[in-house]
């Protein structure tokens, strides 16, 4: 009897044993997951010649042109709706003063579940707090993240991020995501106010980390506004990057990836000007990020467009082999840490007179056939092939051209997200 009340003690000592070393090692595995990123960058001033150019070829007017792309002065509050890719039950949200000239002073700041449009979720809405405080001052050429709230996320799931400005800002007008703009402080407003308008810029909000359970791999998608999302509805980010990560968060079986995206407007493998030149910001944007297991990148249809003369200026002329040279250098920080990096083909030139010279077209060409059949890359993702017209390979397709023959429509951005094989990442 004695020894029978014995062994069911131990049994049920070893058992509570058992959930508790789980226990323990569940809370072990958990980790800050970055599930959200826009890559802070600043522009110079649009050229005459570049607006004469848009004004010719895009048929945008001067005056709404350079108003876009000029910084703006605003105030009140801004309202960013995002989406998340990873799952979570808590979230800190990081903000960027990195390319500002003063310090960014907030009057407080706020994250929410999206319903309708830029509405936060019934019973979400949280109020930020960094270090313990809700007003801050951000200083110039920093960023700062804020203090952990709970508020339990999926992959997917869109938030609302809302920032109170206590002074002036200068929004970056070129390229990113849409925001709402309101008069006064609404942080706390779970609908904006009569008044509110619909803005373009580069996001405040710069990240996004989920606390999950169990931690996922991370895919950084980094390159230009092709990446970025340009030229797709503003209202919310519905590029290729997305529409993978909506693939590997539906499929069955295969690890679980976050996918962030890290592409800019502009931006140049080589050369800075439109952001920081991708070989100087590829720490920042997408080495340093905890977790990242793969890298995709399609940049370089820039550094071929502006070579030499183009609608942006007269710059210096550039060789397929230069650019192939920055590649190479990508895929060696990227190995270094031991990140498999997959390239994706660079798709269609404009078509233009200042853009598709033979000698730009070539360079295309020499660059795309390094990526398909050197083998130095990981991995090949055949962008060009997925969106150009098999009749006149040199252009997209119709039905993926957004109609200014550069970046794609929001039906070939989805045929690219559809067309990545997501065997490349088990």
């Known amino acids: ?34 599930a959200y990123q826009s890559s802070p960058a600043t522009y110079a001033p649009p050229s005459d010649q570049f607006v004469d150019f848009a004004v010719q070829h895009w048929h945008i007017p001067a005056d709404a042109l350079r108003a876009e792309l000029n910084k703006q002065p605003i105030e009140g509050t801004v309202r960013y709706r995002i989406a998340v890719q990873a799952e979570g039950s808590q979230l800190r949200i990081r903000l960027s003063n990195e390319n500002g000239t003063s310090p960014l002073e907030l009057a407080g700041a706020s994250v929410a579940l999206a319903a309708d449009g830029f509405a936060a979720g019934a019973g979400t809405l949280r109020r930020l707090t960094f270090g313990g405080v809700d007003r801050i001052s951000v200083p110039t050429g920093s960023p700062v993240l804020s203090d952990p709230v709970s508020l339990p996320v999926k992959p997917g799931t869109e938030l609302v991020v809302t920032i109170g400005l206590a002074t002036t800002y200068s929004n970056e007008g070129r390229g990113g995501a849409g925001f709402m703009l309101a008069p006064g402080d609404q942080t706390m407003a779970a ?90 910001r590829l720490d920042r944007d997408a080495l340093r990020v905890e977790g990242i297991t793969h890298l995709i990148v399609l940049e370089g249809i820039n550094d071929i467009n502006m070579s030499g003369a183009s609608p942006f200026g007269i710059s210096p002329e550039l060789t397929a082999g230069e650019l192939i040279g920055g590649y190479r250098q990508i895929i060696a920080r990227a190995h270094e840490r031991g990140i ?24 295309r060409d020499a660059v795309n056939a390094w ?29 993926f051209d957004s109609g200014d023959h550069l970046h794609p429509s929001e039906r070939g951005y989805q045929a690219m997200g559809d067309g990545i094989d997501l065997s490349m990442f088990p």
Not at 4 to 33: F, H, K
Not at 350 to 361: E, F, I
Not at 385 to 394: E, F, L
Request: proline share 6%; hydrophobic share 45%; glycine share 10%.
């Open 1 to 34: 009897m004695m020894a029978s009340l014995v062994r069911r003690s131990v049994t049920a000592l070893a058992a509570l044993a058992t959930i508790l070393i789980a226990g323990a090692q569940a809370r072990a595995e958990s980790a800050w997951t970055e």
């Open 371 to 399: 990526i398909r059949t050197s083998g130095e890359p990981d991995g090949v993702i055949d962008f060009d092939a997925m969106v150009r017209d098999p009749k006149q390979p040199a252009q997209f397709k119709a039905e």
């Open 191 to 280: 609908v904006l106010p009569q008044g509110a308008a619909m803005m373009k810029g580069r996001p405040i909000v710069t990240g996004v980390s989920v606390l999950s359970e169990t931690k996922p791999n991370v895919i950084v998608a980094f390159g230009d506004s092709i990446t970025d999302g340009n030229r797709a509805d503003h209202t919310m980010l519905r590029g290729w990057p997305e529409a993978l990560a909506r693939r590997l968060a539906a499929r069955k079986g295969g690890a679980a990836y976050s996918v962030i995206n890290a592409g800019i407007g502009g931006n140049r493998v080589l050369s800075p000007g439109w952001g920081d030149a991708g070989l100087a």
């Open 340 to 363: 498999k990096v997959y390239f994706g083909t660079l798709t269609p030139n404009p078509g233009d007179a200042l853009t598709s010279t033979p000698a730009k077209v070539a360079m």
